[in-house]
């Protein structure tokens, strides 16, 4: 698996799974990393374990797509981007750590998992059919905002047009609970776009594709070195809530825009035995931060003018490479979609009733009667505080 990139388009917002768990966490946290463009410092212990997770998948990918096994180690061995020697021994992850498990995945679950299930392959720009693996694709959210994602491996059954979201996930416990995985939306997310694409991007005679409303998760322990497979079925409600989470998400972050203040949780400062990376610089103050990211952007935009050909923004999906799968969508789409399932399965009133998308459309932001300039208030705590420290000393 390479490391994933995302559209990054002048003046659009971008939204992920992890920029939305971010954002969850710690909103503070988002707006450093997504607003400010601060980069954090980022421990070697983190990288093997980024390094583990993207060489197993790889791996595993490799091999579902049915490349031969020494081209899916190889894979497995470019995705490494650690030291080669890196390891983390608490968590029993390194790069031969991640041989095994590849080998372990090919021993058990491929088996099981080829018997009735293939990777999907769906045709790319250029009219090439191409295997699902990391489908990358796009979601127009208000025309500024979008909602992207790469889909780990998009399964096909092996006789019904019936397509599945596979998530491979890595970790050091030793036992898994469906808790950790049953309500994360990040497969239901993908679910939701995999049923849209099903159903136009893929014809087999006259029947177009279903996506499942199950999603698989594949997780390999490292402390056990086992693999267990978390099956999860979603509904139709599952994906309401998650089409009106991600646009309430949206209308947060326009909220906290518009009054310029991302709240701080200081429950997410210190976790994965690890402090934040923003840990010494989130209190400095906007005006800092908003200084410093012009400076950033005024050296960027001066190299990319001495570079004519620099690519600083990789505009559109059509810089991606051949072989890759890409699909862009408007939420409007995967919205009527979804209530084409309910209008399906129930009838008109019932439809209204469940009421599947609530007050879909957002309000205006609603703004305090007495606007805050946070910028002006952060800086008068910041100089009575120095103030109070010099009387103090
Ligand atoms: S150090 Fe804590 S409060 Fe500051 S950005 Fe990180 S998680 Fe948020």
Redesign the pocket.
Known sequence: MAKLSYVKEHGKRLLSYSTRQTFK?????Y??QNVFHQEGEISTKSSVDFAFGHSVAAGVQALMAGKSRDRALLELFSAWDADFDGENPRSKKSLPAAIEAFEIFERTYYKTLSKDWEVAQFRNANGDLVPAVELTFRVDLDGVFNYQGHIDLVLKHIRDPIFLTLELKTTSASEVHEAMYKHSDQALGYSIVLDKIARTAYVDGNSSGIGSYSVLYLVYKSGKQEFEILPFTKSLLHRAEFLVGLMMDVHYIKLMDKVGHYP???S??Y?FFR?????TI??LSNETLRAQLERKEAMAKARAEREADAVLESGNFANMKADELSFDFHITELLDMQVGHAHEVLVDDEVKDLNLFGEFMMPEVPMPTEEVDFDKLDNEVRLSSVAQNERII
């Not at 966490?25 to 946290?29: L, S, V």
């Open positions: 966490a710690c909103p503070r946290k707006q450093m701080k949780n200081g997410a400062c976790d402090p934040c990376e923003f840990f989130c209190d």
